[in-house]
């Protein structure tokens, strides 16, 4: 299994990035599947998921700013509008390959190596 993202950036805050996430080495079902943002010395922190039923979870600071949705196929996007300063970090996208389960990063097995996103 893996996973790649891409679609990282620097922009200027108000500005707007479209994240990317390509997975492999799985037949696409309605796992879970999150972003997650990795700030320097921080623990990694949730900011959107699709989770088992479909529907979306956003973290207070991105809901109504950022959307998280998945093109049925291979593809999980992070669509990142009105970008602010704070919202700089490495952002990673997870997945497990089980129903259930939380939000807490150790729930999930599978991992990208994570994109820039710096907005100054």
């Known amino acids: 299994v893996q996973l790649v993202e891409s679609g990282g950036g620097s922009v200027q805050a108000g500005g707007s990035l479209r994240l990317s996430c390509v997975t492999s080495g799985y037949t696409y079902s309605t796992y879970c599947m999150s972003w997650f943002l990795e700030a320097p010395g921080e623990e990694r922190v949730g900011v959107a998921a699709?989770?088992?039923?479909?529907?979306r979870v956003y973290a207070d600071s991105v809901r109504g700013r950022w959307t998280i949705s998945h093109d049925g196929k291979n593809t999980l996007y992070l669509q990142m509008n009105s970008l602010k300063t704070e919202d700089t970090a490495v952002y990673c996208c997870?997945?497990?390959?089980?129903?259930?389960?939380?939000?807490?990063?150790?729930?999930?097995?599978?991992w990208g190596q994570g994109t820039q996103v710096t907005v100054s």
């Open positions: 699709l989770i088992d039923d479909g529907s």
């Open positions: 997870a997945t497990r390959l089980t129903y259930g389960g939380s939000w807490y990063p150790p729930d999930f097995g599978y």
